[in-house]
């Protein structure tokens, strides 16, 4: 659902009143947290969808890997996942079993305890994953708090949902579906890692909204920020897709959504923009630390082999609250 639905939803919602409720769905945050004792809390988050690949097996991967992110989108620490999973009653169900297979592995590799789940027949297959973790209530990351003066870093490249968009109808290079099948089966666990050992104000991950769709939620009308577009990590083959068209009615909507919030200066290319609005799968953590910690951090992320970069800074002010240069 789009960005605009779902704020409009999300308002009508009664706010809750607990003192240990540390985080919820009134910022837009990747997952909740609730306090247990001072120096525990509870992450809990959960996310499931339809096949984006034909393999079920990488599927089952990525709609994993995708789930248990916003727990270290928050700082936290994967501890259980359950699956979700509706699955048409006719369907070869050693497709499923790959499905589940590919999942569990993840969660594995997570270091957390795939500990059941619920299922449903339905039309279509879809699957996910509900996922507790667990954080220092001190050291909780949330998508709010950015500084002026801070750098965003970027930790995954963009453009897998335009590739995906363009394997749909036979146009993508194998080469290119490789790489965005790796990108999004990738678990964020290895930058968080790395992240954990800098000063972090803000952190999310990127996925169905965008690139700007959640940086515009990480600023959340408080802080301004300029782009470096082309510093921003793509899948190359993303920006020749886009430039032929083969986008997603998604990135229409989050386009739709932020153009008040956003301009782009004059050199920007069609498909650049394009790129920052795709709507991601599993994508990578946007991380807005101190200026100081930014170079030293790319550095490290890279040398675990990660495509992180500089992609941006927080300013004081700009013409819009979002501006791509």
């Known amino acids: ?35 247990l004792s001072a120096d525990l809390a509870l992450v809990h988050t959960l996310d499931f969808f339809p096949p984006m690949v034909d393999d079920p097996y990488l599927f089952g991967q990525i709609a994993a890997a995708n789930a248990l992110s916003d727990i270290w989108a928050m ?7 359950l699956n979700i999973v509706c699955f048409p009653e006719k369907m070869d169900l050693e497709i499923l079993s790959r499905i589940l297979q590919g999942g569990s592995e993840k969660v594995l590799e997570a270091g957390a305890v795939l500990a059941g789940g619920h299922s449903i027949e339905d039309q279509d297959v879809k699957y996910g994953l509900s996922v507790t973790g667990i954080v220092h209530p001190d050291r909780i990351y949330t998508n709010r708090g950015c500084q002026v003066g801070d750098l965003l870093i970027l930790t995954k490249p963009l ?5 995906c968009a363009a394997g749909r109808v036979g146009e993508a290079s194998p080469e290119a579906m490789e790489q965005a099948v ?10 968080a890692e790395v992240i954990k050992k800098y000063p972090v104000h803000a952190c999310t991950d990127v996925t169905g909204f965008g690139f700007l769709g959640h940086l515009h939620e990480m600023l959340g009308g408080e802080r301004h920020a300029v782009i470096f577009s082309t510093e921003v990590p793509v899948i190359p083959e993303a920006l020749a897709y886009a430039d032929e068209f083969l986008i997603t009615g998604a990135a229409q909507r989050n386009r739709n959504f932020l153009e008040d919030h956003v301009h782009f200066g004059p050199d920007v290319p069609f498909s650049r923009e394009e790129v920052l609005f795709d709507p991601q799968t599993s994508g990578g953590l946007l991380v807005s630390v101190p200026r100081a910690a930014a170079q030293d951090l790319v550095a490290e992320l890279k040398g675990a082999g990660l495509p992180a970069a500089v992609v941006g800074e927080i300013v004081d002010r700009d013409v819009k609250e979002i501006v791509v240069r």
């Open 182 to 191: 790796a990108s999004m089966a990738m678990l964020n666990k290895y930058a």
């Open 1 to 35: 659902m789009g960005p605009e639905v779902l704020a409009s939803i999300l308002a009508g919602l009664p706010k809750v009143e607990d003192p240990d409720f540390l985080v919820g769905f009134d910022k837009s945050d990747d997952a909740a947290v609730y306090r």
């Open 159 to 163: 453009g897998v949902g335009i590739i």
């Open 75 to 81: 700082g936290g620490e994967p501890k259980t996942a």
